[in-house]
């Protein structure tokens, strides 16, 4: 089986920029659905990550858990600050032998960042949301804010960081 490119993939699912980040993405599921919050009970993206230190998550959190999914490609870095301070840097990805992880649940007010791995050319991963993301959920925070309250990681805040 050939491994597709990241073009390849752009133009078989149609991918689109994220409104909120600089990823490329297709919104896979929402359900019709609305739950009394106003939201969709549901909702479900595929998203693909690139080989450019312009494209990632940016560091964000969301007022509902967060399911990660990897599906193919090279390694992503899922940054996650919580709200005790404390710090983790999960890898998504294939070699769950050596710790890699298929699936990462972020917790509603964890922050949230994610890149391809350093040396990797893509990732392609999802995210659920149940109730469904609405726009006005993303919560993102500048690198300043960030490094005061996880000054361990610094720098890879500000490498997910826009400002």
């Known amino acids: 089986m050939a491994r597709p490119t990241p073009e390849q993939l752009v133009e078989l699912w149609n991918l689109r920029t994220m409104p909120t980040e600089n990823v490329r993405f297709l919104q896979s599921y929402v359900d019709d659905k609305i739950g009394p919050d106003g939201k969709p009970l549901c909702s479900a993206i595929v998203a693909l990550l690139v080989d450019d230190p312009s494209v990632f998550s940016d560091m964000h959190r969301l007022p509902t858990d967060e399911i990660w999914h990897f599906y ?69 925070t500048g690198a300043e804010e960030l490094t005061a309250g996880w000054p361990q990681r610094a720098a890879l805040i500000r490498a997910l960081t826009r400002e």
Request: aromatic share 8%; hydrophobic share 50%.
């Open 72 to 140: 193919l490609g090279d390694p992503i870095e899922l940054l996650l600050l919580y709200p005790d301070g404390s710090d983790e840097l999960v890898i998504l990805g294939h070699d769950v032998l050596a710790g890699q992880r298929v699936q990462a649940v972020v917790a509603a007010g964890v922050y949230m960042g994610a890149r391809l791995r350093p040396g990797g050319e893509f990732a392609v991963y999802g995210n659920t949301m149940a109730p469904g993301f609405i726009l006005s959920d993303f919560e993102a």
